[in-house]
C-alpha cells in the first residue's frame, strides 16, 4: 500500500519567512510532485521531478523552489512566504517516468501567511 | 500547452439518479485521462482512468467515455449513492504532466 506523507497538516508562518514543506513515499516511486489547490482553481503543478537531483518547472513556479537529494523524499521551499501562497499544498508520487500512471497523494499541508 | 475544461463546477442530483461530468482537452498528443474524487477533507483518489486506445471503460456504477474526434470525454455515474458526494477531478496527460480540470462539486440529494 502506497503512503504519501507530508510534514505538516497545518502551518501559519509570517510574510518574509522561508517555510519548508517536505514530503516522504515509501514505494520507490520515480515520479514526485507539488500542486497547490484553491477553491475554484482545481489542482495546479507547481514542480515536479523524475529523479534525483532533477527538477522540472510546472504551471505556476514562481516563488518557489524545490528539492530532491534522496528519492523518497521531495522538498517545496517557499524563500520568502507572501499571502497570496496561502493554499493548500498537496504532494503526490507515481511510479515512474512518463505521465500515465496513477499518482498518489499526500493528506496536504494547509498553510497560512499571514 | 494542453488545456482541460470541465463542467459544471457543481452538480445536485437526487440519490439514485444519474450524474454526468464533461471534459474538454486541447492537445490531440493526450493519451491518458485519469479521474479523482475528493471527498471532504480527504486527499485525491484516482477513481478510473482510460486510455485512448479505447472509447469507454466501465467499473461497476462508474463509465468513462472518450470521443477523441471532438477531444471529449466524460465521467457517468449510475444510481448515485450519499458517498458519492465528493469533488471530482478530470485530468489529461501532457509530456511527463498531468493537467487537471478545475474539479466539479457532486452533491447527491436525499
Known amino acids: 500500500d502506497v503512503k504519501v506523507t507530508q510534514s505538516s497538516r497545518y502551518l501559519v508562518k509570517r510574510t518574509g519567512e522561508k517555510v519548508f514543506l517536505e514530503c516522504v513515499q515509501d514505494?520507490?516511486?520515480?515520479?514526485m510532485f507539488w500542486y497547490r489547490q484553491d477553491p475554484g482553481l482545481g489542482l495546479r503543478l507547481i514542480y515536479f521531478?523524475?529523479?534525483?537531483?532533477?527538477?522540472e518547472k510546472g504551471d505556476i513556479p514562481e516563488g518557489y523552489s524545490v528539492s530532491r537529494e534522496k528519492k523518497e523524499r521531495f522538498s517545496l521551499i517557499l524563500e520568502s512566504a507572501s499571502t497570496n501562497q496561502t493554499s493548500m499544498y498537496l504532494c503526490?508520487?507515481?511510479?515512474?517516468?512518463?505521465?500515465?500512471?496513477?499518482?498518489?497523494f499526500g493528506p496536504g499541508t494547509r498553510l497560512t501567511v499571514t | 500547452g494542453e488545456n482541460v475544461e470541465q463542467h459544471p463546477s457543481t452538480l445536485s442530483v437526487q440519490e439514485g439518479d444519474s450524474a454526468v461530468i464533461k471534459c474538454t482537452y486541447s492537445?490531440?498528443?493526450?493519451?491518458?485521462f485519469p479521474w479523482y474524487k475528493q471527498e471532504l477533507g480527504k486527499r485525491p483518489q484516482l477513481i478510473i482512468d482510460?486510455?485512448?486506445?479505447?472509447g469507454e471503460k466501465k467499473d461497476q456504477r462508474i463509465a468513462v467515455t472518450l470521443n477523441k474526434t471532438a477531444k471529449h470525454f466524460s465521467l457517468h455515474i449510475t444510481e448515485t449513492q450519499p458517498e458519492d458526494s465528493a469533488v471530482y477531478f478530470c485530468?489529461?496527460?501532457?509530456?511527463?504532466?498531468?493537467?487537471f480540470g478545475k474539479g466539479t462539486r457532486l452533491h447527491i440529494l436525499p
Open positions: 503526490a508520487s507515481s511510479l515512474s517516468a512518463g505521465s500515465s500512471y496513477e499518482q498518489y
Open positions: 514505494m520507490d516511486h520515480e515520479n
Open positions: 521531478s523524475y529523479d534525483v537531483k532533477m527538477k
Open positions: 492537445d490531440s498528443a493526450s493519451n491518458y
Open positions: 482510460i486510455r485512448s486506445n479505447v
Open positions: 485530468a489529461a496527460n501532457r509530456d511527463d504532466k498531468i493537467i
